[in-house]
């Protein structure tokens, strides 16, 4: 049997020699102790077989390691194969993948398989046999000849370039007539016949080896959207977005609408839609961040609205950016435009997720048309891609895969310039510290080019800080930002297809000095960029043309970040995630009041009902024997949704049978009431009522904290406070905790045992902790907890006020959280009402939160959010 | 096949009181004394030894036979009087009886002295971690 390896002890006549016992001897046989055991726990540790499939870290670890060396990192495959051949455990080989087939193809292919490898060695031992000449390096004549396939490409790429700038030259653009959506480019024919009802991400190769996508029937807008990625990723991405390293998504599926006229006519478009409407269109006036925004060195984001629907139809949110006016190079040289009679015309691009894009592209076409002289509606859709990164290594993963490209006749870039910016931004962690709203312009070249990264030699933190306090200060951009290229549709296309490919690369970087990054060359596209930080959620956004997006993308996922490992990428359970933890709403779940929000439920709706009904039924909640209190049975309408319907209609009346659901109601029965316009009707004083403003149903979106204990849920219920039963509502306030409660409390008994003070001797002190110990007291808790008989039940279905939308526990805040619609007019009435009661301050904005299963509910505050 | 567990005991035997054989100049720190170094006679046979008749006597045949299968001294040191045995994980405190109950060293030195269990624990690398920990403790404290 095997035994551990013993641990050596000294006997005490060498310790001690001559039994003389002194300190020095005594610290010495310590000592000497301590090393022998270390030495035994290294030596015991070694000696453990551990085979190499278990030094794999725990996010690599697969059951199947043990019998295939491939499922395991490069740096233990020879490790696992020799254990395998000492072990004779049997390798488990090509038995998966695509082409593998079963029976006779496995066997045809593994047949050729051997034929090929038979043919090769033959192949080899010929070439040996013949010439005993051995090639080892490449001969000059060989490099020649490199360089002329090299040079052959560069003078095409050359001609192509000079066309593309003929056609520049020769072609005026025409203002497009009749506005068409764009269609997905053309995919390559192996990947055609699964992009015919929904498009690929241009990473989606990246994604579907390591995320869960949208399943293929199913699509999300039509596209193919990575879910969640296949590893364990809450708390990383918590982590990676709050605390070290970075958290990145491809949102190339947010859509992008181009809008071109004269800037009167696009002011007029913009404001039908609502763009700026709120702040008494603070936002058109003449000065402060309106004009910056117009003259294209700010982006604006907010809510678009449906014609002349503003304030009460949302259609999503939406940032606007407008192109800034300078010197274009077609009139520059172009002689006949007729540039200085008309006023020059701009460039403004719309981005808006899809989900809310087809109604906007509809109100958006038919206020262009309008519009006097019209404004021509591109659809840049598959044109133009992004990616969103957030966290702390962002800006440090984004200054290594953008590198601006060098300035012509190899000069250095104005200290004003983005491109000098850029650099100096590299020293800034948090994106929230620049000023709000900026975005910053430039091209890149193809980040593949320098690739792999190399460490950035330390710069001066002192110094490097002082000069980027100084630029955010006083943002030179202001003055100098040109107009990005990203809004010319040329210079777009001229990035796209000069892209080089993978081969050629990898050519270059083998003909280049080692260590070294290849020389950049003309014919390299410059590939146009736009960034921008946002404020709220703490991260940058890239726009980039569409094919561009990929080379990009694997320069931020391979990139070493200072703080170990490289960033994450995430899908979109991440995007909700990082939302609700930095309590902000997520469109279109959190918004019901939008078309968009009605559609995202009704499908959240399917879904849920579908994973109910297929478990067993004693396996399943029982929604109709729930019970309530003051018996009441029975869940409020369906159990698995937000009941939306029941909440507007109310119960089913007696002769509707219950069986029979009710109408299902497709366009949206909701209106949307924004933030701001709720606070202000909530803290107006005289309570103002919402007949005011609207008599339809109306929802507004607010943020849920409970007071005790519990986590949110999706589709928990929400009620009022009961406004019918006084004493239901007493025992509601009586919930509220304050910790005078309890030391306020007349009767001795129930007060907590008070500490004595240090003066009471130890004699004293003693026996009080003795007779505690022997008899502790017990403190009748004031506080009754559900289930037990004095807590209050739920109030009644009037008093239901709504229902979470995002709920869980928050790892940013340290409790359960969440977003929730409520209905304006019940909270608004019931606001009214505490007023009148002149309620204590703790009384306002007290709901209580029932979970769709539960028969009790527990008390919470919520907030506009 | 089902895991045979055990529990691992750290004991240190401890001299209070009594002066050590020798005879030395200087009067020992109260430190040095209680943890002076044990005869070399103490081997691991015989503290084994001792062990199965202390629990013998408190527990009878029943103790002895349920305690000895996975009896064994893992470590002794006689010179910083350290001992890690095992026991059968269900009756440890069978042996940690026998072990407090011991007023002297067995037989052949019959010193007086305490067994004192300082740890127990279920895998012998934080036994092992926690006699380590003990012995940097005092040597800082022998130093002072």
């Known amino acids: 049997m095997w035994a551990p390896p013993s641990v050596v002890s000294i006997p005490t006549s060498k310790a001690f020699p001559n039994d003389e016992v002194n300190v020095a001897r005594f610290v010495k046989a310590r000592e000497v102790e301590v090393r022998a055991l270390e030495e035994g726990i290294r030596s015991a540790k070694k000696s453990q077989m551990r085979r190499a499939f278990q030094d794999v870290p725990r996010d690599m670890r697969r059951r199947t390691a043990s019998h295939n060396p491939r499922r395991v990192p490069q740096r233990l495959r020879n490790r696992i194969r020799k254990e395998m051949k000492d072990d004779n455990t049997p390798v488990a080989s090509g038995k998966s993948g695509s082409g593998v087939g079963k029976g006779t193809t496995a066997w045809l292919r593994k047949d050729g398989i051997k034929q090929a490898k038979a043919k090769a060695k033959a192949r080899k031992k010929k070439k040996k046999d013949d010439d005993g000449v051995v090639v080892t390096k490449l001969d000059e004549k060989n490099e020649d000849m490199d360089v002329d396939v090299e040079e052959g490409k560069e003078k095409k790429d050359l001609r192509l370039k000079e066309t593309l700038l003929k056609s520049l030259q020769t072609r005026k653009p025409k203002a497009k007539r009749s506005t068409t959506l764009a269609t997905p480019p053309k995919p390559p024919a192996q990947f055609r016949k699964r992009q015919i009802h929904k498009s690929w991400l241009p990473t989606h190769l990246f994604h579907t080896k390591r995320a869960h996508m949208t399943p293929p029937v199913e699509p999300l807008w039509r596209f193919a959207v990575p879910l969640t990625p296949t590893q364990k990723s809450y708390r990383p991405t918590h982590r990676a977005s709050t605390l070290r390293g970075a958290v990145a998504w491809d949102m190339s599926y947010m859509a992008t609408i181009a809008l071109e006229g004269v800037e009167k006519s696009i002011s007029g478009l913009l404001k039908a839609i609502g763009v700026g409407a709120d702040h008494d269109g603070e936002l058109w006036k003449d000065g402060g961040f309106g004009k910056k925004w117009r003259t294209g060195t700010r982006i604006w984001e907010g809510w678009v609205f449906e014609r002349e629907g503003w304030p009460l139809k949302p259609i999503a949110p939406v940032v606007v950016v407008w192109s800034s006016e300078g010197k274009s190079d077609i009139d520059a040289t172009d002689p006949t435009s007729k540039v200085s009679k008309t006023p020059s015309k701009r460039k403004v691009f719309i981005r808006i997720h899809p989900a809310g894009f ?23 859709r598959f044109e133009i891609g992004s990616i ?18 060098q300035a012509p006749n190899s000069e250095q870039y104005p200290p004003d310039s983005p491109q000098a910016v850029w650099k100096i931004l590299s020293s800034c962690i948090n994106p929230g510290s620049l000023p709000n709203n900026t975005l910053l312009a430039f091209n890149i070249s193809d980040p593949r080019l320098h690739h792999p990264p190399r460490p950035r030699e330390a710069t001066e933190p002192a110094a490097s800080l002082a000069l980027l306090n100084q630029v955010i200060s006083a943002w030179p951009l202001d003055k100098t930002l040109s107009p990005p290229a990203l809004f010319d549709r040329n210079a777009r296309l001229a990035a796209q297809r000069c892209l080089p490919s993978q081969q050629s690369i990898n050519r270059r970087k083998g003909a280049a000095k080692p260590g070294q990054y290849p020389e950049p060359r003309p014919t390299d596209p410059q590939i146009p960029v736009l960034l921008y930080p946002s404020r709220i959620s703490g991260s940058w956004t890239v726009i980039l043309p569409w094919k561009c997006v990929m080379p990009v993308w694997a320069a ?18 991440e995007i909700r995630q990082i939302a609700f933890e930095g309590s902000r709403t997520w469109y279109p779940g959190d918004y019901l009041g939008t078309a968009a929000g009605w559609d995202w439920e009704l499908q959240e709706r399917a879904v849920r009902e579908k994973e109910w009904s297929k478990r067993p039924k004693g396996n399943r909640v029982a929604w109709e024997s729930i019970d309530l209190g003051n018996n009441r049975k029975g869940e409020i309408g369906r159990g698995w949704a937000c009941d939306w319907e029941r909440l507007l209609l109310g119960p089913p009346t007696p002769p509707e049978s219950r069986a029979s659901k009710s109408t299902k109601l497709s366009l949206p029965p909701f209106q949307h009431l924004s933030s701001p316009i709720i606070s202000d009707l909530l803290s107006s004083n005289p309570p103002c009522a919402l007949r005011d403003i609207t008599t339809s149903p109306t929802l507004f979106t607010a943020g849920i904290k409970l007071l005790t ?4 849920v999706p589709c ?17 306030l009586s919930l509220v905790p304050t910790s005078s409660v309890l030391y306020k409390s007349k009767s001795k008994a129930n007060r907590p045992p008070q500490a004595l003070s240090k003066d009471v001797p130890l004699h004293l002190r003693r026996r009080a902790l003795a007779a505690g110990l022997l008899a502790p007291v017990v403190v009748e808790k004031e506080i009754p907890q559900p289930g037990d008989k004095e807590y209050p039940t739920v109030p009644d279905e009037p008093d239901l006020i709504g229902f979470i939308t995002t709920g869980n526990f928050n790892l940013g805040e340290g409790r359960g959280t969440a977003v929730a619609n409520l209905l304006a007019d019940r909270v608004l009435v019931a606001n009214a009402e505490n007023k009148v009661r002149n309620g204590k301050v703790q ?12 028969g009790f509910g527990r008390l919470a505050r919520w907030e506009v959010v | 096949m089902v895991r045979v567990k055990h529990r691992y005991l750290v004991a240190t035997f401890l001299y209070p009181g009594a002066p050590t054989a020798t005879s030395s100049k200087e009067s020992l720190s109260q430190v040095l004394q209680f943890n002076q170094p044990t005869s070399d006679r103490l081997d691991a046979p015989l503290l084994l030894k001792a062990i199965r008749q202390g629990v013998a006597e408190l527990f009878g045949d029943y103790g002895a036979g349920v305690v000895s299968p996975s009896l064994r001294i893992n470590y002794l040191s006689p010179a910083t009087s350290t001992a890690i045995i095992r026991t059968p994980r269900a009756h440890c405190q069978l042996v940690w009886a026998a072990l407090s109950f011991m007023t002297q060293l067995p037989d052949p030195i019959a010193q007086p002295c305490v067994v004192r269990v300082v740890r127990v624990s279920g895998t012998i690398r934080k036994a092992e971690h926690e006699v380590i920990r003990r012995a940097k403790v005092i040597i800082k404290r022998a130093q002072e």
């Open chain 1, 556 to 573: 931020i996922m391979y990139h070493p970040l200072s703080t170990g490992s490289t960033p994450r990428f995430g899908g979109l359970k």
């Open chain 1, 388 to 405: 969103e990164i957030s966290g702390p290594g962002a800006t440090e993963t984004l200054q290594t895969a953008l590198w601006p490209t």
């Open chain 1, 716 to 732: 928990a219920r929400i009620y009022r406070l009961p406004t019918n039963n006084a004493e239901l509502r007493a025992k509601w």
């Open chain 1, 709 to 712: 204990r519990g986590v949110p």
């Open chain 1, 358 to 380: 087809l109604q906007l592209w509809q109100e958006v076409t038919r206020l262009a048309k309008v519009q006097k002289p019209s404004v021509s509606v591109e659809d840049l």
């Open chain 1, 843 to 854: 009384e306002k904005f007290l709901c209580i939160v029932r979970e769709a299963g539960q």
